[in-house]
């Protein structure tokens, strides 16, 4: 099949969507599929020749989340170039820009469009402050929803959340984790060493983005709150955002922040972690949770948003209750101090983790593309 992929955020961003979108590619081109790619233009590391599946639009940073590129497509150059795609679907993966001049250009060329969904607005709308898109939001998205033969969600907490507010030709795009990547045995005392971490002391990760919706200011003081009874444990922030400068200059004890990393370097990191901490209640996944589980460590989540699709309280992770500092220090606490509970939570992550590979999911997929390419090609026919 040939897919045409519409979104804001693609390689090199690095983000929970980017990342997904950049597997969903490399997976599609795996299995013999062809893949055009339209995105913002986002600077090339090194300077270096871009990836050849990519058509790039002029782009801005966004106003209230700078290193995401707000795209300005050409829609007659967008068309053109799609119609000597001449895809089978036309995926819209994200909803403004390029995700509306890919609806545009479909419909223009009477291609089948298939949509994802990613984010959940509502909550990223309250916590930057400014719930009053969401009147005027929620028209939009159902408008643009529509223009979709389907609205694939990654965990069923999001699809009923939608199927709520009117968008209901929903279907599930779940997400997996790949072992060979993410697996105890990446382990590394030199990872630990370099933030003064010994043999017997405890190294807690948050992985992701540094960003106000992710609820890492609650975690930072749960952590500070904690100073007198965890000894010499450490907290190491790994990946890049809007917060990352205001945590490096706070110069909290006990605290490090890594900066993005990827390949071997995000393996080890994981995998040399004794505990995940992740406070963020806005995911419409967790992609982060999970490949934390696939690296063998007990982790510190909220008990809200779609990490609750995988993740059970006192199995495999455990949950605090979302938006309660108290809560979550009180938790953090009980880890750090619980060996045994540790144990056995590591033990419910990596058989959880171990039941989600990715070739079923891709399967589901790719089923999905090519119903609603089916489904096209007998309107014509008719």
Request: hydrophobic share 45%; aromatic share 10%; no cysteine.
């Amino acid at each position: 099949m040939r897919i045409a992929l519409f979104s804001e955020v693609y390689w090199p961003m690095v983000s929970g969507v980017g990342v997904t979108l950049d597997r969903l590619v490399q997976a599609l081109e795996a299995r013999g599929h062809a893949v055009r790619v339209y995105t913002g233009s986002y600077p090339v590391p090194d300077g270096g020749p871009d990836r050849p599946e990519v058509h790039r639009s002029p782009s801005v940073p966004l106003f209230l989340y700078p290193d995401v590129q707000w795209a300005f497509p050409r829609p007659r150059e967008i068309a053109a170039d799609l119609a000597l795609f001449r895809p089978d679907v036309v995926h819209v993966a994200t909803e403004f820009a390029m995700g509306l001049v890919g609806v545009k250009a479909a419909a223009q060329l009477g291609l089948p469009i298939l949509a994802s969904a990613h984010t959940d607005y509502h909550k990223y709308a309250t916590r930057y402050g400014v719930p009053w898109v969401l009147s005027v939001g929620w028209i939009y998205l159902r408008w643009f929803y529509r223009h979709a033969e389907r609205v694939l969600v990654p965990s069923r907490v999001y699809e009923r959340f939608l199927n709520g507010r009117g968008v209901t030709h929903t279907g599930l795009w779940t997400r997996g984790v790949d072992p060979a990547h993410f697996h105890p045995r990446f382990r590394s005392e030199a990872w630990r060493a370099q933030f003064g971490v010994g043999p017997d002391d405890l190294l807690v990760t948050y992985i992701g983005r540094l960003a106000k919706e992710k609820d890492l200011l609650r975690l930072v003081a749960a952590w500070q709150a904690l100073r007198a009874s965890r000894g010499n444990a450490q907290l190491v922030l790994v990946g890049r955002g809007p917060l990352e400068e205001e945590l490096r200059q706070a110069q909290i004890p006990g605290l490090h922040v890594a900066g993005l990393l990827e390949g071997r370097a995000l393996s080890e990191a994981y995998a040399s972690a004794d505990l995940f901490a992740f406070p963020s209640a806005t995911e419409t996944f967790g992609n982060s949770l999970l490949e934390a589980m696939a690296s063998g460590l007990p982790s510190l989540a909220v008990r809200a948003g779609g990490v609750m699709e995988f993740a059970e309280h006192g199995v495999n992770a455990w949950l605090a209750p979302p938006g309660d500092t108290g809560a979550l220090t009180q938790a953090l606490g009980r880890l750090l101090a619980a060996p045994a509970l540790r144990a056995r939570l590591s033990a419910g992550a990596q058989a959880t983790a171990a039941a989600r590979g990715w070739d079923a999911i891709y399967d589901g997929l790719f089923a999905e593309y090519a119903q609603v390419a089916a489904g096209r090609r007998e309107v014509r026919a008719a």
